[in-house]
């Protein structure tokens, strides 16, 4: 036992109560497993693919289907719930809508108001929805937490069948194991985990992104490249114009690469449900959930997750774990991309200990919303991640003032 521990707790530890019965110790495994299928033109009626996920499940009746579209997407895609109805009857066999396919706004303030989870409830009830139906979510990485998070909490969980629809969606958000809506300014302070039944990302949903919802996503691959593959760090340095000019075969290989990265970590990392207080896919984010907090979520997830990339990657070279070139290497890349590596949001109230917006308050914030020590994940290296539980902020202003300048 390690000596920093309190006497008193020492004792606490070791001292036998004295019980009359022996405590049952109960132990229960659970085994999720789901396909994330990489497909276009999902909703065609030669693509059986949806209808096949659906009909395999071992049941001969149709199963119910409640089907919801970010808004967002809609404009973008205007035929798209006829398609799906037509798509349901064609496939009649394996799907019956429990009603006409529905749309709720999609983005991030989606997450900050309950009532949308509240719809969907309603939405789950009125249709006689039971475990063994679907909620069929179409949209961004906003939309799907929501929605994943309705679903999760309906019955005490349907299954859920994610449409991702942009970047972030289809590599690192849609096809995790997380969901959850903002709850007392925080992000994601209500949620699950709950692995989806199935996810289906359809590259084709992609050419209507606006250019930052493009670029935003490839932060997270950015982002898993550092801490987990230098081979693929590389080539995304390689990609990085035809990536910033929206080529959509270089798009394909990021997100496919960087949606197996972070399944492999949730499969093998020993922690899926993040009891632990180490969360390396968190790389960069400590800053990046505050400063879209403090930006009021001006700034998109991703476009916060590069500058806190750019953040803690500087920070790694002021401390001497990663070379002048290494460092070079990322904030280049990142620029390549068309990332701003400074927003003012960063700086404003950092001689303010106490202002809710200074950035520092990010990291208390991050601790309590993992549990446990403070676990930051900085890099030793391109494609090595290592994690710390103390920093030192002289060191972050200079960082700061670094990217800055
Ligand atoms: N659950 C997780 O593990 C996890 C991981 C990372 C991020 N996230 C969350 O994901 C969210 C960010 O997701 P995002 O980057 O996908 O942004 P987003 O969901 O906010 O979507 C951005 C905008 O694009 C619109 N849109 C969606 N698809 C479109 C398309 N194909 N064409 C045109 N417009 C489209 C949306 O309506 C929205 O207005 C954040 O809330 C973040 O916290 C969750
Ligand atoms: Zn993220």
Known sequence: ??????????????????????????????????????????????????????????????????VVVDEGLLKHHQRLLTKISIYAKFYEEAITLSQQPITIPGGESVKNEPKFVEQIHQLI??????????????????????????????????????????????????????????????KNFLGTFMPPYAVLNDFDFLTSLDDRDWRSGIAEAVKVALIKDANFFDSITTDADKLAHRDMKAMEKLIYRCAQLHLEHIATSGDPFEKGSSRPLDFGHWAAHKLEQITNYKLRHGEAVAIGIALDSTY?????????????????????????????ALTEQLHQPDHPHNLFNGLTEFREHLGGQLTITLLQGIGQGIEVHQVDLSVYREAISMLQT
């Open 1 to 66: 036992m390690s000596k920093n521990i309190p006497e008193k707790l020492k004792m606490l530890i070791t001292h036998k109560s004295p019980v009359s019965l022996q405590p049952i110790q109960q132990s229960v495994r659970v085994q999720f497993n789901y396909d994330v299928h990489f497909t276009n033109g999902l909703f065609d009626l030669d693509n059986p693919l949806l209808a096949q996920v659906i009909a395999v499940d071992g049941e001969i009746k149709p199963k119910k289907l409640l």
């Open 125 to 186: 009830d009125a249709g006689g929805l039971c475990r063994h139906s679907y909620v069929l979510a179409i949209g961004g990485g906003a939309f799907l937490d929501m929605v994943g998070y309705a679903a999760a909490t309906a019955h005490r969980g349907i299954r859920l069948l994610r449409v991702p629809t942009t970047v972030l969606g289809q590599n690192d958000s849609g096809v995790g194991v997380k969901n959850g809506i903002n709850a007392f300014g925080k």
């Open 316 to 344: 790694s070279y002021l401390i001497g774990l990663l070379t002048e070139s290494e460092w070079q290497n990322i904030l280049a890349t990142l620029k390549r991309l068309g990332f701003t590596l400074y927003v003012s």
